[in-house]
């Protein structure tokens, strides 16, 4: 049984303004990493279900990188995002309303080569970037 980890945060912005960041390739590339030493300078989207994505993650002083991506199986504007990665892992979005917030939870299968706590602590950091990215900009 695959083991599933979950992550959330809440995002200050409207609905509107959350998912077009989260989305949109000029914005994916401001906010994607999980920490200041590492940065996506690339990324493609292809928002529908059968759509491809892709982002390129790379430490900042070259020494490491590697593409990060899959195909979209569900896409729903304003609620939902679901997609299956290269590895066959599966990852579920939802975005819904906290009063004046979004709430964003990501649900996704482990992989099996990182502890559960050190890829819960990846993808919250990110996500917290996105946050933080969102709100400020």
Known sequence: MQTIIAIDAIVNAPLEK???FWTEPGHITKWNAASDD???PYAENDLKAGGKFISRMEAKDGSF???FGGVYDEVKTHELI???LGDGRKVKITFSSEGNAIKIVENFEAEKVNSI???R?????ILNNF???TETN
């Open 65 to 67: 990188g590697f593409d």
């Open 131 to 133: 946050k933080k990215y």
């Open 38 to 40: 590492w940065h996506s």
């Open 18 to 20: 959350v998912w077009k």
């Open 82 to 84: 679901a997609y299956t």
């Open 117 to 119: 706590e050190i890829q």
């Open 121 to 125: 602590a990846g993808w919250q950091s």
